[in-house]
């Protein structure tokens, strides 16, 4: 029996994926659209009666649901396509899990938040301000609804290697351009690789209920820009400060979504800090 990772080819399950490989784990990948460089399996999970026929094949001894429409601004303007994959999905795998008996572990966002209250802990109720947000925050009610003894875990922004926002933010700054940066955005950024270390806890562990995998330390998008420049030896004067109103975007944005990750930190967990993580990234 191995672990199912839905959303495999993303930037956290390709993570959280090499780490398992790494600990000589069998898990079973799924993937839609882009296939995956580890062996993984194509798989529609809107195709519910597909999806049901595989997970009685697999019998997985625990599910690890990273799947989702994780771009704000791709739900708010595909609200309907976004609610069945980050609503409808998860619940139907939560309904799985517990028939099945086997661990349910869900990734949600800080962005369920309204960023008038940080830092969140836990127990904060949600207070979204975006279709992604609402999403979510509804999956997780649902999601704990069909299976109590569900783990949800929310994320911060992350950042590493892969499809992310540090990727273009270094291109940009490598090839001199200045890169505006919001001084009004506020999140705790983690280290993928700490995030995904983090859901394996929890789940080796079979925790159950909220959890937060936050970064150690509340950033500015600007702050952000300015450490990535600093770590890759390049001028940081290219980062200019910018503001949330200065851009039009389809998804509005809370101020500060910052996490407090204690429930986490006392089970283990240790994220970086992004000098430290940028350090390892290959920066200085
Ligand atoms: N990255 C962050 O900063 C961040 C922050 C907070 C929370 N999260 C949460 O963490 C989780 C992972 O995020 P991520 O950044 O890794 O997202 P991502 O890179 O956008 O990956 C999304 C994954 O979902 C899969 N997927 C989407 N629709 C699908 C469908 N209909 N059937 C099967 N698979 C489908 C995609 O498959 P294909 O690409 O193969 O189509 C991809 O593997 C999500 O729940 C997200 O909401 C992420």
């Given at each position: 029996m191995s672990i199912l990772i839905?959303?495999?080819?993303?930037?956290?399950?390709?993570?959280?994926?090499?780490?398992?490989?790494?600990?000589?784990?069998?898990?079973?990948?799924?993937?839609?659209?882009?296939?995956?460089?580890?062996?993984a399996?194509?798989?529609?999970?809107?195709?519910?009666?597909?999806?049901?026929?595989?997970?009685?094949e697999l019998q997985p001894s625990a599910i690890l649901h990273l799947a989702a429409a994780a771009s704000p601004n791709w739900c708010e303007l595909h609200p309907k396509e976004s609610q069945v994959i980050n609503v409808d999905v998860p619940i139907a795998l939560a309904n799985y899990a517990r028939e099945a008996g086997i661990p349910f572990?869900?990734?949600?966002?800080?962005?369920?938040?309204?960023?008038?209250?940080?830092?969140?802990?836990?127990?904060?109720?949600?207070s979204p301000i975006c279709t992604y947000g609402m999403?979510?925050?509804?999956?997780?009610?649902?999601?704990?609804?069909?299976?109590?003894?569900?783990?949800?875990?929310?994320?911060?922004?992350?950042?590493?290697?892969?499809?992310?926002?540090?990727?273009?933010?270094?291109?940009?700054?490598k090839a001199g351009q200045p890169l505006p940066a919001f001084v009004d955005?506020?999140?705790?950024?983690?280290?993928?690789?700490?995030?995904?270390?983090?859901?394996?806890?929890?789940?080796?562990?079979?925790?159950?209920?909220?959890?937060?995998?936050?970064?150690?330390?509340?950033?500015?998008?600007f702050d952000m820009a300015t450490h990535i420049a600093r770590a890759f030896g390049i001028d940081e004067r290219l980062v200019q400060p910018a503001r949330q109103a200065d851009v039009a975007m389809p998804a509005p944005r809370p101020a500060d979504v910052s996490l407090s990750s204690e429930r986490a930190y006392a089970l283990g967990y240790q994220p970086r800090g992004m000098e430290e993580a940028l350090g390892e990234l290959g920066g200085m």
């Open positions: 839905t959303g495999v080819s993303g930037f956290l399950g390709s993570h959280v994926a090499r780490l398992l490989e790494e600990r000589r784990r069998p898990f079973t990948g799924f993937y839609n659209m882009k296939k995956p460089d580890i062996p399996e194509q798989l529609d999970l809107f195709d519910r009666k597909e999806v049901l026929q595989r997970l009685e572990l869900f990734t949600s966002t800080d962005l369920v938040f309204d960023g008038q209250s940080a830092p969140y802990d836990e127990e904060w109720a949600p999403q979510k925050a509804a999956a997780e009610q649902g999601v704990l609804l069909a299976c109590p003894e569900a783990a949800v875990v929310r994320l911060p922004l992350l950042y590493g290697w892969g499809n992310n926002f540090l990727k273009q933010w270094l291109e940009s700054l955005e506020f999140r705790s950024p983690a280290y993928v690789q700490d995030a995904a270390h983090g859901l394996l806890m929890l789940l080796d562990l079979g925790a159950a209920g909220f959890f937060h995998l936050g970064g150690p330390e509340p950033a500015s998008r």
